[in-house]
């Protein structure tokens, strides 16, 4: 009793310093604490005995100790094994590995067809995407959408996707610790899907993929490589509704990266 009770309490500290350091702690450890209570509950007497305290696990028996680890950031690398964006996915929705999971509805994974041959990189979800979950569903998104399919791409056919996946408040701009954090994900997903073509639009998706500072202007006009894959950058969507003269030039970019698209399906 007593030394279960101890245990209990160096678990409980434990927690409330991962806690209050704004610490991460991994799944599998707290798997691990899990399995060692529930180890100590069936096979300590004094707690078989108590049939209710048995079937408790870990976060229940703390809770009942009044303290509050809603906050805690549990974070899980099992993600990088997935063999699958559906896995991928489940694996990493929960993420809280930057402040950003605090103001989210929704993770926003990304959307499309998982055999696409073209994956389409965003900066970061807006309030309509946070709101419902899906990459570029707002007026950036419809026009991404027009976009694409002026070249003959559906939505559908290809793969969405953003840098991050949890929207910044007020729609500002990643910081970069927030790319840091995200930017695995990404990777992965590119990873898994293998697409045969990229296209990056706007300059955070660009400087993330092609690890460089260099301005879009410099970046945009022909293709750079991403791991062996061709890839393209053009104006984002939300620049061309600010900036309406960046419409031609995109719409050139897309006539470009089409046509590289045909040339690679041809072979
Ligand atoms: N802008 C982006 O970069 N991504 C979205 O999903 C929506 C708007
Ligand atoms: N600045 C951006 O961030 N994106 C653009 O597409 C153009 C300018």
């Not at 559906?86 to 509805?105: G, H, S, V």
């Not at 990189?121 to 707002?138: H, L, M, R, S, T």
Request: aromatic content about 10%.
């Amino acid at each position: 009793m007593s030394e279960t009770n101890d245990i209990l309490n160096k678990i409980e500290n434990y927690f409330n310093y991962i806690k209050d350091k704004n610490l991460l702690i991994f799944s599998k450890e707290v798997e691990s604490y899990e399995k060692f209570l529930n180890s100590k509950f069936e096979y300590t007497p004094q707690y078989t005995q108590n049939d209710e305290t048995s079937q408790e696990k870990m976060s229940d028996v703390i809770s009942e100790k009044q303290s509050d680890f809603s906050n805690i950031r549990v974070c899980d690398e099992d993600w990088k094994n997935a063999k699958t964006l559906d896995e991928l996915k489940e694996k990493i929705e929960e993420c809280k590995k930057c402040d950003l999971w605090k103001t989210r509805t929704n993770f926003v994974f990304g959307t499309g067809n998982p055999k696409a041959k073209v994956v389409v990189v965003g900066e970061a979800p807006g309030a309509e995407e946070d709101k419902q979950g899906k990459p570029f569903v707002g007026r950036a998104g419809q026009l991404l959408t027009q976009i694409l399919a002026s070249v003959g791409f559906d939505r559908e056919e290809v793969f969405i996707c953003n840098v991050l996946k949890s929207r910044p408040p007020e729609n500002r701009n990643p910081l970069p610790e927030e790319i840091k954090a995200c930017e695995p994900y990404l990777i992965k997903q590119l990873d898994i899907i293998k697409p045969k073509l990229i296209l990056c639009v706007g300059t955070f998706a660009a400087q993330t993929l092609l690890k460089t500072k260099d301005s879009l202007g410099k970046m945009r006009g022909s293709f750079h490589t991403y791991n062996g894959i061709p890839l393209l950058v053009t104006f984002h969507p939300a620049a061309l509704l600010r900036n309406p003269n960046w419409k031609r030039p995109t719409w050139e970019d897309v006539q470009l990266f089409k046509k590289e698209y045909d040339k690679i399906m041809a072979n």
